[in-house]
């Protein structure tokens, strides 16, 4: 006697506490996704949606978040004095640190001071930015580190555990690969970068409400 054995398909392997964003750059890759996006009207495309911050991510001072962002799980956002600006359609996934410690000066007194982020940003998991003035455009690859009172501008790119030292800036369109290894002027394409963070924006944001539960901003 022969027996057929059939095999279930495998169930899904995503985690119920956090959509690893790895999974969700494999899935805007896809034909159907693209194809959503084309199908927009390009109008509808650049809207801001409203931002989605899942209520494990840890908020702590004066924060302000901008319209179109997605704070993942398991960050944390924390302003010790001053305030901490978040433009719109930024990215903030797992482990990420986002810190505006407090600074004293001579005469012991805080100095509040601003840790300013732009709009079209992506931090990936694990990097940590101290009080910084970040611009528009920029990717943080994970566990990348910047360090207090550095100055990026636009279109730059920090590589994967690189640490940025203190009081550096970059100028537009710069990448670190590595410490000490600057490359000024790289291929930076700001149309196909809007388009991808917009399209992974739009999949988190239907994607994440439902293994997450949500927190208010103000």
């Known amino acids: 006697f022969f027996f057929l054995m059939i095999r279930r398909p495998p169930r899904s392997t995503q985690s119920r506490s956090s959509a690893a964003s790895d ?3 494999r899935q805007v890759s896809t034909q159907s996704t693209w194809g959503r996006l084309n199908n927009l009207d390009m109008a509808e495309a650049n809207n801001p949606l409203q931002s989605v911050v899942c209520n494990h991510a840890e908020i702590q001072g004066k924060v302000r978040i901008g319209k179109g962002c997605i704070i993942h799980p398991g960050c944390s956002i924390i302003c010790e004095a001053g305030e901490i600006i978040i433009g719109d359609n930024n990215i903030i996934e797992e482990r990420v640190v986002i810190y505006n410690k407090a600074v004293r000066d001579r005469s012991g007194q805080v100095v509040p001071g601003v840790l300013k982020i732009g709009n079209y940003n992506l931090f990936e998991i694990g990097c940590v930015i101290e009080t910084s003035e970040i611009g528009d455009y920029n990717i943080f690859n994970p566990k990348s580190h910047l360090e207090y009172s550095c100055r ?13 030292p203190m009081k550096t800036q970059l100028e537009d369109c710069m990448a670190v690969y ?14 196909i970068h809007k388009m991808s963070m917009n399209t992974l924006i739009t999949t988190l944001a239907a994607q994440l409400p439902k293994f997450n539960k949500l927190q208010k901003i103000g």
Do not use: L, M, W
């Open 23 to 25: 999974v969700y750059k």
């Open 152 to 164: 990026i501008k636009n279109g730059c790119n920090i590589g994967a555990s690189v640490k940025v």
């Open 178 to 191: 590595y410490p000490g290894k600057v490359v000024k002027n790289y291929n930076f394409n700001e149309e």
